[in-house]
């Protein structure tokens, strides 16, 4: 007995074959020092050898760190308790007596816990490896402090100290890890050696800790890495998922800079070209195949994603809706490109370029890994100068790449990056590679021109968007469909015009839906009524919204992704957004009745349009007709047919030329009808 | 109720079926896209990009399609669905 009692007093904390440096402080009564022991056994059992041999001498208390004797029952719920702490200065670790009395009792009999560690035993376990993490990141020149740890952890080095970015983060194992980046090394250690699922949900911080310790504690799990992700449009989040294998391409997006301060620098996003996969055509229902991996998926460009770090309405919003949430934290989202191109393009008139990055493929994969990681796990706060979309996407850059000079990029506005990005050879400005996605500008100033007949410059053309009056326009358009159209080419003519004026007469919609956006936005900070809708449609629009497990960290698991309320959320918002509607319409009754009548207008105008086209077609095969009887009269007219009915493309295109290339353009008729023409002849 | 304009919606009308789950809702929002596209096309001559893919989804389905005829496609597709639900 005596024997034994020497060894529980004098020797170091032992397990099979690892041994912790550690040793009870003299006031631990022997019985406690025996509780422990078994926990320290498990601890030293489940800690890497590299981890341990690194950790300095350390000696064990136990104390009563907060103000209470037990642990909180609403632990869980908001309750403070101090597990565990360590002091660096006399390297103590000390553990909570209310701990020490519940491991009193027994692993068997220690209780649940629905958060973090889910029992108080395990939770006891991962007290002590949080405190041994400190002690080892304090003894060994800080690893946390490196940009290799912080940046992956989502912290920033700002001027004095390192700071958390991810302020707002909700899908996170335990909200204390944002507290600092010494927090953040001990709480994700934790998790990297006590649960199996961390690999899955946080790849790149499991990738971290693996290389740093040599080793993978679950090689055996089974948890699957999820690749999904919720693309954000008009329709609320719709759950996708990221293929890697359809991954072609990624590209540096920048949007031209727009008019208001906030957009005055310009847009950073990312593009990536995902292949077409196999599938339906809504109108049809037709399956469309897959395209085949390579360049031709640049052509792709409705399954393109963008992913982009984008805090209010005035940053490319897709939706009013999140003119409502108002300031949104920074999110990483991601976007359809379309989307992306008609807000920059066609509602904003801006400019987008898309510079193709030179990533090798282990990049790329890393890339869209972080981006899925990030997607769930980072919820920033937007400033704009010190954490906008600029210092985001770089940031994302150099979380993922290894190259020398990389670290020290320091851009902060869009067209800073591309500067950055072209030094390092990451992408080439003058490729031809590079492509401009231009905005619609030129193309209203030459639907004005069919329209109203002038030509006219820029501004003119947003100043006709953007004030002009509707009775004005519509005075215009009733006398242009009351004229006659003498001629077919007359006939060829008022198509286009009539397009051109639905055309115009869409763009001004979008400018006043614009504009009520704002009004809207303004008007739900002071209005007590639409501030309780807009905040049920935060909590609908919620990312996390419809996940089975809430409770759960990082990447959900594919388990966790099976949203079988989409559809229940999905009507949520839209009574939501007609309760919006309804309150609007009382607001802004002037706006909403000219929002109507255009509304009406572009409908009358798509109709005339397809009409007067419908009669166009039908008028231009009339003529073809009758000018292919007139050919048949004729030898060299007969040669010339039959070469037509033998589908010569020469034959096909001297009788365009012959009939008229203004009219007998492909448009108005294709060749494959010209032929059938002919042969009803 | 205001807005109540088949093809324009209060809410932006442009349809991305691509990442949208309810197809049956979308179908119209679909076809009023394709009309808007095509009403682009004849005043400008510039494509879209889902017009564009559209096309290119006709003709891999049907090579002996011209590129044209795709679009007539297309677009009688859109008017069939969009006089259905009008009536």
Known sequence: MKIIL??????????????????????????????????????????????????PAIK????????????????????????????????????HSALVNELAKGKENMLSIKCQHK????????????????????????????????????????????KNKNVSASRTPDPYEKKNVFESFAVNFEYFMMDDEFACRRPSLFNYFKQK?????????????????????????NSYEIDFSRVYRVDYLLAGAGSALESGFGHSMFRIVMCAPEHKDILSNKTIPATPYGPECLKDRSFHLVVSYRANINEATLNYIKGIFGGYPSILYLLPLADVLDQYNHKELRDIEAYPLRFTEAEKKIFIEKVIEEHWNYRGSYKFITNNCATESLDLIKNILKRPGVAELGAFTPKGIVKDLNRLDLIERESKEVEVYVAKTENLIEAYLYAYGKKINKNDIINFINKSSSI??????????SLKAHSLKDLRIKVSAAASFAVLEQQIFEAKQHEMMKKISEKVSETDELKK??????????????????????????AEMIRSDEEAVQELMSHSLLEIRHILTSYFPQETEVMEAISKRIDD?????????????EALLDFTRLEMQKLKTTEAGRSLLLRVQEKDKKALAELRHLLGEELMNTQGISDNKMIQLYQSL | MAFTSTTFDFINVSSHTTFSPTASTLRHKEAAQVVMDVQEFMATGTLSIELEKKINDQLSLNESLSEEEALELLLSEAEMILSQVSK
């Open chain 1, 605 to 617: 105008m798509r109709s005339y349009t397809l009409s007067i086209r419908k009669e166009f077609k």
């Open chain 1, 472 to 481: 004005d326009r519509f005075k215009k358009y009733e006398t242009f469909k």
């Open chain 1, 119 to 162: 029992n108080l035993y395990d939770q006891s376990i991962s007290t002590i490896i949080h405190e041994l993490a400190h002690a080892y990141d304090l003894e060994n020149g800080k690893p946390s402090e490196e940009p290799d740890y912080f940046l992956k952890a989502g912290f920033k080095r700002g001027l004095v100290f390192i």
């Open chain 1, 6 to 55: 020497f060894l529980i007093l004098s020797f170091p904390l032992w397990a099979v074959g690892q041994e912790l440096p550690l040793r009870f402080d003299e006031d631990v009564s022997l019985k406690t020092r025996m509780q422990l022991s078994f926990v320290f056994q498990d601890v030293a059992r489940i800690l890497p050898l590299s981890f341990i041999k690194a950790l």
């Open chain 1, 533 to 558: 809708i807009s905040k049920d449609l935060i909590n609908e629009m919620d990312i996390d919204e419809g996940l089975s497990n809430t409770t759960s960290y990082g990447i959900p698991l594919e």
């Open chain 1, 60 to 95: 064990i208390k136990i104390e009563r760190l907060s103000d209470t004797d037990s642990i909180p029952a609403d632990i869980c719920d908001g309750g403070s308790f101090i597990y565990g702490s360590y002091g660096p200065v006399l390297k103590t670790l000390t553990l």
């Open chain 1, 213 to 237: 310790m040599g080793l993978d504690p679950f090689p055996q799990r089974s948890c699957v890495k999820g690749q999904k992700v919720l693309v954000t449009s008009e329709t609320g989040n």
